[in-house]
């Protein structure tokens, strides 16, 4: 059955205080790993997309990798304003995305 | 660009009353989605669009109907709600279907059946 699991459910930070979020999944035929972030009461927002194993993508203080197995986001010197909940996606087939249950961080002053 | 737009953003039903949550997006985008979101789940297709005029059913769509006259609009339709369908509803799109193309989502419509 494919599936994607997301650890830890909740992270709270000190501002400044690197850490990873996690993703791993079990799906047939992997064709993209996204990432999104969703803010309280909005949509969700696209941030990557990884496409093979060993593929890393930055923006600002994120950086998304891939392995075989799982997806890290990594947040260098996260700021306040990084606190949202993070979701990952995969993809295997035209509509097949498969969600996971997101990562809630909040990072404190 | 507004992007995709959803409404209403809160919505309160009885139980067996019907509504329709409406979705627009103004991107040109031929593929569009209807998702659920639960608390501790992940999102959940309903139905999706490929073009004016075909829908498919996603994983979890009893309960739900969908039509799609236009490019622009992809209205979700309750018929008879119940306690299960309070959820939070997400509305997307996509220029393609590939891995390249990801989904822009509305900011969601929140529904209770009580």
């Known amino acids: 059955e494919d599936q994607v699991t997301q650890s830890p459910e909740a992270l709270r930070l000190q501002e400044g205080e690197s850490s990873s979020l996690n993703c791993s999944y079990t799906v047939s035929g992997l064709r993209g790993l996204f990432w999104y972030r969703q803010d309280p009461g909005k949509g969700p927002e696209f941030l990557f997309t990884?496409?093979?194993a060993g593929e890393e993508k930055e923006k600002e203080r994120l950086k998304a990798t891939l392995t075989k197995k799982e997806s890290f986001l990594h947040i260098t010197a996260p700021k306040p304003e990084d606190s949202a909940t993070y979701l990952c996606a995969a993809q295997t087939g035209a509509n097949n995305l498969f969600f996971g249950t997101g990562t809630r961080l909040t990072v404190i002053p | 660009n507004a992007g995709v737009t959803q409404t209403p953003k809160f919505r309160i039903l009885k139980i067996g009353q019907s509504m329709t949550l409406q979705c627009a997006q103004d991107?040109?985008?031929?593929?569009m989605y209807w998702y659920r979101q639960d608390p501790g789940m992940g999102l959940k297709l309903i139905y999706y669009s490929v073009g004016a005029g075909i829908t498919d059913k996603g994983e979890v769509p009893n309960g739900y109907n969908v039509s799609r006259s236009t490019t622009e609009d992809f209205p979700l339709r309750l018929e008879l709600a119940a306690p299960s369908q309070t959820s939070v509803y997400f509305c997307?799109?996509?220029?393609?279907?590939?891995?390249?193309?990801?989904?822009?989502f509305g900011n969601g419509t929140r529904l209770t059946v009580t």
């Open positions: 997307a799109s996509s220029y393609s279907t590939g891995a390249n193309s990801p989904l822009h």
């Open positions: 990884l496409y093979s």
């Open positions: 991107m040109n985008h031929n593929y």
